[in-house]
Structures are given as C-alpha cells and as structure tokens.
C-alpha cells in the first residue's frame, strides 16, 4: 500500500532542512521596534481624532446641532473605550513584562464588548432625539482613522 500520510507542516517546505537561520534582536533593535509601536499607537489615536471631528463637524454643518452632538457621541462611543485600550497596552511596555497577544486579543475583545454597551445603552437612553445616520457615522468614522494613516503613508 502507499503511504499517502501528510508531512509535518512544524518542518517547512523542505522537510526540516531549513536553511534559514532564526532572528536574532538585539537590545537596541527591541528598543527601536517598541518605540515604533508606542509612536504608532499615538499615530492611530490621532488619524482617529481627527476624523471623528470631520464627521462630527460635517454633521453640524449639514444637519445642524443635534446632528453634530450625535455624531460626538457615536465618536465617543469608539474612540474613549480605543484611547483606554492603547493607555493600557502603553503602560504594558514600561512594565517588567511585555504585553502578549493575549492581551492584545483579550483587550480587544473587552473594548469592542464596551463599544457595543455603549451603543446599547445610547439607544436606550436617547434613541428618541437621536440622529441615527449621524451616529452611525460618526461611530465609523473613528472606527476608520487608519484609512488616514493609510492615505498619508504614515502606517507605523
């Protein structure tokens, strides 16, 4: 019979003779790429800022104060629980240990569940004099600042 068993993905492409040596950082290469990283989460904070307050602007220019205020807090809703999140992950990088990718999952998961209750409570709370379109907006709005990043070619 043939032996029609899948080889081991753990050996690569080459059956385990890996030519390719494993990466090797140095302390100043590990302090570069932190650095980078803090730098780029203020970046992101920022591109999210700014557009936030575009669409917040746009709304009350377009539609007029109610639009505006709800374009504030459908940013709000996104930008407040995302500006806690990378607080958190910075005071991560001055600890003794480095925050891992559980973390980061972890955080995330949190600050898109506070996002949601967020939304939830909002409706709730002031779903009658709400500007809906301005809200969802503004909400993607921030949701979307890398697009900035992307579009000025600042991507940390």
């Known amino acids: 019979m043939d ?6 993905p ?5 059956g385990g003779a890996s030519s390719v040596a494993a ?5 100043r290469d590990r302090a570069i790429i932190a650095r980078r990283s ?3 989460l203020f970046q992101a904070l920022a591109a999210q800022a700014f557009t936030g307050m575009l669409v917040v602007l746009g709304a009350w220019g377009i539609a007029g104060k109610d639009a505006g205020l709800s374009a504030l807090i459908g940013a709000a809703a996104y930008f407040v629980p995302n500006a806690l999140f990378a607080l958190r992950l910075l005071l991560g990088y001055f600890g003794p ?3 891992g990718s559980l973390a980061f999952f ?3 998961f949190l600050k898109l569940l506070v996002v949601a209750g967020v939304v939830v409570l909002v ?3 002031w779903g009658g004099w709400l500007n809906w379109l301005a809200f969802l907006l503004g909400l993607l709005g921030v949701m979307k600042g890398y697009v900035v990043l992307l579009a000025l070619r600042r991507l940390p």
């Open 38 to 40: 803090r730098i780029g």
């Open 23 to 27: 990466l090797a950082l140095s302390d």
């Open 97 to 99: 240990k480095r925050p």
């Open 123 to 125: 409706a709730w709370r």
């Open 3 to 8: 032996d029609r068993s899948a080889p081991d």
């Open 10 to 14: 753990r050996d690569g492409l080459d």
């Open 106 to 108: 972890w955080g995330e």
